[in-house]
């Protein structure tokens, strides 16, 4: 798994009008090369009455599988600069479509790979980009006489809080970045006086917006 990697928010759209062209950009995350045809399909479905829907993809740690379709563009005018943004924006898991309906003036190649690639990187603006970071579930369980010194401290700290269990004791469940085990598990001992059961937990991805 990736220490960390970048990504779009989730689903998002933008449009701009350009040389009486619309240009309709849908952005959305995926995990497979399914997810995204079947993304695809759907804009397409939406926009059958479209001139072009044209998109590109980008998926897995390595950027493994890269795909992008012209529909009925000149070749390497459309699919190609759309999957150049997601490239540059150093994106992972990602997939747009962006649908034109002709305005009546040609752009040329130029001016095609210009607009597709600028309604690309509108619509990934509009979505929003976030920081996925590769975090451990430390776990800490101490009596309740010391709940209002610990969360108080945690919340003031750079540990980011996942969950508090209320139950024979208090656990909390913190996010720490893997080279910062053991300086948490030091920082929690100090805080509590020893008297905190500290465990490691599972791994899992925690989001930070850009």
């Known amino acids: 798994m990736l220490k960390s990697y970048k990504t779009v928010k989730g689903y998002g759209e933008a449009e701009q009008t350009i040389q009486k062209s619309r240009f309709i950009t849908y952005v959305n995350r995926v995990e497979s090369e399914e997810e995204a045809i079947a993304f695809i399909q759907t804009i397409k479905k939406k926009h059958w009455d479209a001139t072009h829907n044209c998109s590109a993809y980008m998926i897995g740690e390595q950027d493994l599988i890269q795909k992008a379709n012209d529909d009925g563009e000149p070749s390497g005018t459309a699919g190609v600069p759309i999957l150049e943004v997601i490239k540059k924006k150093g994106l992972k898991d990602t997939v747009v479509v962006v649908t034109r309906y002709f305005g009546g003036i040609k752009l040329g190649a130029g001016g095609l790979i210009r607009a597709y690639g600028g309604s690309a990187s509108h619509g990934i603006d509009e979505t929003g980009i ?5 975090m451990t579930i430390m776990k800490s369980t101490f009596d309740y006489t010391l709940l ?7 919340r003031n700290s750079h540990y980011a809080i996942k969950e508090i269990h209320y139950l024979d004791k208090v656990m909390i469940e913190s996010y720490v970045e893997e080279d910062d085990k053991q300086a948490f598990t030091d920082w929690m001992t100090d805080l509590s006086n020893g008297q905190a ?6 791994q899992l991805y925690l ?4």
């Open 207 to 210: 989001e930070q917006d850009l």
């Open 148 to 154: 209002g010194k610990i969360e108080n401290e945690h």
């Open 130 to 134: 976030v920081e996925r970071k590769l």
């Open 197 to 202: 059961s500290i465990e490691e937990g599972e």
